[in-house]
């Protein structure tokens, strides 16, 4: 051990350096262990971020989807209508005997950031008598055209065709959820069919 010792003090008096070679070596060595550490640290935060943006988004298809269940259970309508559908606005109705109508909608305005699904609940006059908001911090992608497969909707239906409210049928839901991240989009889309 102390001939160990004795080695390294005549290392550090001695005053000749390193080669030009032994240089160029512990610099290229060096090059390649940080370009490695760099490109783990790089590509654990982008695998992070985009795990926490799907969570996030899941989060929020989540919540909406549990909010619309809910309300449908809640009310147990005697009909559903198909009601207001356009590009930034599609609604169905819950009619109930005798009681107010609840209006469920996919809400959308190019005008406002904030994206939304709108409960309303309107008399038999056509007055708003109450209204509950899911507000979300995604982008809800809504259809530019006519294309159902496109974007968000909810769609009703009917096992009788004949009739603009169904007593029976299937209510169609599909998310598109937008988080946009280093200037790119980061989707999800979420499917729900459930019968009535």
Partial sequence: ???????????????????????IASLT??????????????????????????NSLRDEGDLIMSSIISK?????????AQAKTDAYRQT????????NSEE???????????????????????????????TMDSELVVNADANWKEGSYIRLVCSDTSKTACSSGLIEIQLKLR???????HDLVLESKFGF
Avoid: C
């Fill in 1 to 23: 051990m102390r001939a160990f010792v004795n080695r390294l003090r005549e290392r550090a008096r001695d005053e000749r350096g390193l080669t030009l070679i032994e240089l």
């Fill in 29 to 54: 060595l060096l090059s390649v262990v940080l370009g490695i550490l760099y490109s783990s640290i790089t590509f654990g935060m982008s695998a992070y971020n985009k795990i926490r943006i799907e």
């Fill in 72 to 80: 449908l259970y809640t009310y147990g309508p005697d009909n559903i």
């Fill in 92 to 99: 169905i109705k819950l009619n109930l005997t005798g009681f």
């Fill in 104 to 134: 469920i909608r996919f809400d959308y305005s190019d005008d406002s950031a904030k994206n939304a699904l709108i409960f309303k609940e309107i008399n038999k006059d056509g007055v708003v008598t109450g209204s509950e908001e899911v």
């Fill in 179 to 185: 988080q946009v991240y280093a200037d790119e989009n």
